[in-house]
């Protein structure tokens, strides 16, 4: 079992940069792909970022490549987003996700994921 935590959400002027931490409890966490998604009104939930068990390797969504980066600290049980250059259109609430299932393998839809957080709630003001 895994209990995911996200923070750091909040509203920011177009072209303005946040981080979103997901704390991340339970066993395996150093051995878990995790994943970055966010959902808007009315849209359906959109892949942003994975990246695997050891940060060795990561990917992103088109519409985010550039902007955001994902990475881990395994020793803190914590993984980050960074997004830079933040859009109207980022606006969304932003969720992490854990993939044991994976193993080393990415995942980019959120069917390959069994846990998730609450998410937190980014605003991009024009």
């Known amino acids: 079992q895994v209990q995911l935590v996200e923070s750091g959400g909040g509203l920011v002027q177009a072209g303005g940069s946040l981080r979103l931490s997901c704390a991340a409890s339970?066993?395996?966490?150093?051995?878990?792909?995790m994943g970055w998604f966010r959902q808007a009104p009315g849209k359906e939930r959109e892949f942003v970022a994975v990246i695997s068990w050891g940060g060795g390797s990561t990917s992103y969504g088109d519409a985010v490549k550039g902007r955001f980066t994902i990475s881990r600290d395994n020793a803190k049980n914590t993984v980050y987003l960074q997004m830079s250059s933040l859009k109207p259109e980022d606006t969304a609430v932003y969720h992490c996700?854990?993939?044991?299932?994976?193993?080393?393998?990415?995942?980019?839809?959120?069917?390959?994921?069994?846990?998730w957080g609450q998410g937190t709630q980014v605003t991009v003001s024009s």
């Open positions: 996700a854990a993939a044991p299932r994976l193993g080393s393998r990415l995942g980019y839809d959120a069917g390959s994921y069994d846990y």
């Open positions: 339970g066993r395996s966490f150093s051995s878990t792909v």
